[in-house]
């Protein structure tokens, strides 16, 4: 049984990858867009900020980095309304193929895209100053929790493809995710920020994850007086991956099967 998951799971990673052969312009956007991010917020915004911890494009690059994992959630809700519309979905189940294989495919060629997008952001932080300063294993901390973050974005972006189903809603959906990140301390600390809305910047995974990767990259940990999620970074963040795949991943896979009775 487990043999015959990991077939149907590795032969939908296949037809995913195709895919994105066939839709550079995908491929263009994941490379380009987050260092165009760090070129604009850390140049036209940068010399405005003040930080406490080194020069603001070395605070803004990990937060930067958790804000491409967090598009986890557009791509991956994107993909599966797509895949929905036009029809894809039904024709998969109509095949012999594990209900669980067709997310797994798509969740883990989201996850291989993602990786690849990190090189060009992380090659151009270091170019703009920022530093690796924690050691390598810090540093593979960090990036290796980047991943688990995109993926279970990934899985919570698929789930809601599923249930929009029309490319017209997942795209409405998929604009308003860009408001995630502002709503933490990706771009800017939390400390300057009105009593209520730092609490729900603060709780939000995203600042728990940006702290996380500041910390294991050795730019900086928590700061003081910061709800439990921020003062425990690394802690909290893989109990949010954990509790979004624990949710997502079979919600998804009843989704699927639930569309396909």
Do not use: K
Not at 26 to 45: H, S, W
Not at 74 to 103: E, H, K, N, Y
């Amino acid at each position: 049984m487990t043999a015959f998951v990991l077939s149907d799971s590795r032969a939908m990673l296949g037809r995913n990858l195709r895919r994105m052969r066939h839709a550079p312009g995908l491929f263009v956007i994941t490379m380009t867009m987050p260092v165009t991010m760090l070129l604009f917020f850390g140049y036209v915004f940068g010399s405005a900020m003040v930080v406490a911890d080194g020069g603001y494009r070395a605070y803004l690059v990990p937060g930067l980095l958790v804000a491409t994992a967090v598009n986890g959630v557009m791509t991956a809700m994107l993909a599966s309304a797509q895949d929905c519309q036009r029809g894809v979905m039904d024709r998969f189940r109509t095949l012999p193929m594990s209900r669980f294989a067709i997310p797994a495919g798509q969740t883990a060629s989201d996850v291989l895209l993602a990786a690849l997008g990190l090189v060009p952001l992380v090659l151009c932080g270091l170019a703009v100053g920022w530093r690796i300063e924690g050691g390598p294993a810090g540093a593979a901390g960090a990036f290796a929790l980047l991943l688990l973050f995109r993926l279970a974005t990934a899985w919570t972006g698929h789930y809601i493809g599923l249930l929009v189903g029309t490319e017209e809603a997942a795209g409405q959906l998929g604009a308003a995710t860009f408001m995630l990140p502002l709503l933490s301390n990706a771009y800017v600390p939390t400390d300057g920020m009105p009593g209520w809305l730092r609490t729900v910047a603060e709780w939000n995974p995203i600042s728990a994850v940006v702290t996380a990767c500041r910390d294991l990259f050795g730019n900086g940990g928590p700061a003081a007086d910061v709800s439990w999620p921020v003062a425990h970074p690394v802690l909290a963040s893989v109990g949010w991956c954990v509790l979004l795949l624990a949710v997502f991943v079979p919600l998804t896979v009843r989704r699927y099967g639930r569309d396909s009775a």
